[in-house]
């Protein structure tokens, strides 16, 4: 990973002190210096070289990344001087950067409209909404870390839009669905009501309103279950086990809670009891392709190949460019003795992520035989 900082190549310079333009009715302050982003960081930019984009470009890199700066102020002035319609360019433009799943930049973006406008509710959601994206896209591919980080990130951007002024409605429906990915189903309950009491779109309404019926009539908001999250997410999944054991002797028909208790089982090497609870947890829900992913990786464990394949196969239909999944096709063919058919599945996994380190380890050994 590059830990380079994002203004590592950020210059600042001098201007005339007898350049006192004006932009509107702005006034240009010659004691301030104004930055400029290089390719070389060459301290010999001259400033006959530098444009209102790089000056403006530049500006908005430390509105994102340094928004304490001492010419914040100043920065933000300067840019809605020049362009007053920027606010809402950039925004376009970080929507479409996250719908194409260019994230970084997506973020990048929305992290400066956060600096230049700190008030505005929306591009804090916008922020948000690309760091679940950004977690998700990572857990896809099996970057638990990188994941983890993101959700982390999301939860701050929440946490600091729900502290500013009249976030969006619409944001409570977000944070409701979110906080219910992170098994915080009563956060996601709190969030769902505000959304569902305020709310008049009929489509997002039924669409709350049944999440919020699904995790009272299953008790989701039971404090045992994000306990047990918690534990097994931080490698305590004896107390995690325990936890969600109590959880279920009240609510036996709760798929996402055999799902965690067979997580925690299976992250113990327990692969005959963890094998139990995803199959459990699949017939109480058989739309979820994280759990047959993860009955596989158990059942192959197990060396019950033919059942791993049925589980992986209908994980696939599911989730068809998971490349967790793509990559558990590749290992059960390889414990099935078909290489070339491994091989394949792993080139498929690099296509959609070149520096799959799965991938790559087992096609460096494909090749070595």
């Excluded at 070289?49 to 300067?78: C, G, N, V």
């Excluded at 990915?181 to 709310?199: K, P």
């Excluded at 534990?231 to 709760?254: N, Q, W």
């Excluded at 996994?349 to 520096?355: E, H, I, Q, S, T």
Aim: proline fraction near 4%.
């Amino acid at each position: 990973m590059n830990n380079e900082s994002p203004l590592s190549h950020i210059l600042f310079v001098s201007v005339p002190e007898n350049w006192n333009q004006t932009i509107g009715t702005f006034q240009i302050d010659p004691s301030i210096l104004l930055p400029i982003e290089t390719e070389s960081g060459d301290a010999g930019q001259e400033l006959k070289d530098l444009s209102w984009e790089a000056i403006i470009s530049a500006m908005l890199k430390i509105l994102a990344y340094d928004p304490e700066h001492s010419d914040t102020q100043y920065f933000r002035q300067f840019i809605k001087a020049v362009k007053p319609e920027i606010t809402d360019e950039l925004s376009q433009a970080g929507i479409i950067k996250a719908r194409n799943g260019d994230y970084a930049v997506s973020e990048e973006i929305f992290l400066a409209i956060c600096g230049l406008e700190p008030e505005n509710s929306i591009p804090r959601m916008n922020l948000a909404l690309v760091c679940e994206e950004r977690s998700q896209a990572f857990a896809a591919v099996g970057k638990l870390d990188l994941s983890r980080e993101y959700t982390d990130a999301a939860l701050e951007h929440y946490h600091h839009l729900f502290t500013m002024e009249q976030p969006p409605l619409i944001a409570h429906l977000n944070a409701g669905f979110f906080y219910a990915r992170q098994y915080d189903f009563e956060r996601a309950l709190h969030h769902l009501h505000v959304y569902i009491t305020e709310s008049d779109d009929e489509a997002l309404l039924d669409k709350a309103t049944k999440m919020a019926q699904s995790i009272e009539t299953q008790n989701l908001q039971d404090s045992r279950f994000k306990q047990a999250f918690d534990f097994i997410s931080t490698g305590e999944e004896e107390k995690g086990i325990a936890s969600i054991e109590d959880f279920l002797r009240s609510s036996p028909d709760v798929w996402n809670a055999w799902f965690l208790l067979g997580w925690g089982l299976r992250r113990l090497h327990r692969y005959e009891e963890a094998a139990e609870a995803f199959t459990r947890a699949t017939s109480l829900n058989d739309d979820q392709a994280d759990s047959f992913n993860e009955l596989a990786i158990c059942l192959m464990e197990l060396e019950r190949l033919p059942e791993a394949k049925t589980a992986l196969e209908k994980a696939l239909l599911l989730d068809p460019e998971n490349t967790k999944i793509i990559s558990n096709m590749g290992i059960l063919a390889l414990k099935s003795g078909k290489p070339e058919q491994a091989r394949g599945f792993f080139e498929t996994v690099l296509d959609y992520d070149p520096a799959d380190p799965i991938a790559i380890e087992y096609l460096e050994h494909l090749n070595q035989q």
